[in-house]
């Protein structure tokens, strides 16, 4: 059974990855980022289910997501987000790691009007020093039409 790593570990990293992605948007991109906390905090019950699915294997919590996810984004938006778990709490690494997936590359990327940036981490401890940390990285926008 895991134990919820210290709440303020995980925002610590939330906090250093902020920065890392916002540095990158506006080093690699010329792009700022505003981000959306009430957005991040739906971002959580998500990132509880993917740490129960990857223990149990079996899947609930999606469509309650889905519908928060619906209710939150403005009509005529997109929606664009990423999990990953990672066994370690290197930001660079974290960063590198969602720059190598085609959806994260494409979320840091994100060009429109009101784009609005989540993150939420949260670290899961087990026995043995073995963590699981979980980033879930999102985005929201109204396309250019």
């Known amino acids: 059974v895991p134990c919820s790593f210290n709440t303020e570990v995980a925002e610590s990293l939330e906090a250093d990855l902020k920065n890392l992605i916002k540095t990158k948007r506006e080093d690699a991109y010329g792009l700022t980022s505003i981000w959306d906390d009430e957005l991040a905090y739906l971002l959580q019950p998500a990132i509880a289910a993917y740490e129960n699915e990857r223990l149990t294997g079996f899947s609930f919590g999606s469509d309650d997501f889905q519908q928060a996810v619906k209710n939150a984004?403005?009509?005529?938006?997109?929606?664009?987000?990423?999990?990953?778990?990672?066994?370690?709490?290197?930001?660079?690494?974290?960063?590198?790691?969602?720059?190598?997936?085609?959806?994260?590359?494409?979320?840091?990327?994100?060009?429109?009007?009101?784009?609005?940036?989540?993150?939420?981490?949260?670290?899961?401890?087990?026995?043995?020093?073995?963590?699981?940390?979980?980033?879930?990285?999102a985005v929201r926008f109204l396309p250019k039409e």
Do not use: N, Q
Request: aromatic share 10%; glycine share 10%.
């Open 73 to 137: 984004v403005p009509e005529r938006y997109c929606f664009k987000g990423l999990p990953l778990c990672f066994a370690h709490m290197d930001a660079g690494k974290i960063v590198a790691g969602i720059e190598g997936s085609e959806i994260g590359a494409d979320i840091l990327k994100t060009r429109g009007d009101a784009v609005k940036f989540a993150l939420r981490v949260r670290v899961y401890g087990y026995a043995e020093d073995t963590l699981a940390v979980w980033v879930m990285l």
